[in-house]
Nanobody, 114 residues
Framework: QVQLVESGGGLVQPGGSLRLSCAGSGIMVSRAVMDWYRQAPGKQREWVATITPGGRTNYRDSVKGRFTISGDNAKNTVYLQMNSLKPEDTAIYHC????????WGQGTQVTVSS
């Protein structure tokens, strides 16, 4: 079964950190352009970060310098390290492979609140 499974979310205070994971099953995430997206309540899904098979990365402006996307080929997993979290980062985070744009996991909830 081809799937992406996100994990690592939780409740964190402003200024805290979380590391999200996106594990691929039946799909080689290391060979795909991988994106992280997020969707806050009442808002449209928005792109957060991208990593290419060659390791090139890109970020939306609001997370630059705070978030880092990376991959572990041996674990077939993509990560999103999130530091200096802000309340506006609160959302459900999803990963997606551009080679399988209709493949979405259940997401992982990130809540930043004091």
């Amino acid at each position: 079964q081809v799937q992406l499974v996100e994990s690592g979310g939780g409740l964190v205070q402003p200024g805290g950190s979380l590391r999200l994971s996106c594990a691929g099953s039946g799909i080689m995430v290391s060979r795909a352009v991988m994106d992280w997206y997020r969707q806050a309540p009442g808002k449209q899904r928005e792109w957060v970060a991208t990593i290419t098979p060659g390791g090139r990365t890109n970020y939306r402006d609001s997370v630059k310098g705070r978030f880092t996307i990376s991959g572990d080929n041996a674990k077939n997993t993509v990560y999103l390290q999130m530091n200096s979290l802000k309340p506006e980062d609160t959302a459900i985070y999803h990963c997606n492979a551009r080679s399988a744009p209709d493949l979405w996991g259940q997401g992982t909830q990130v809540t930043v609140s004091s």
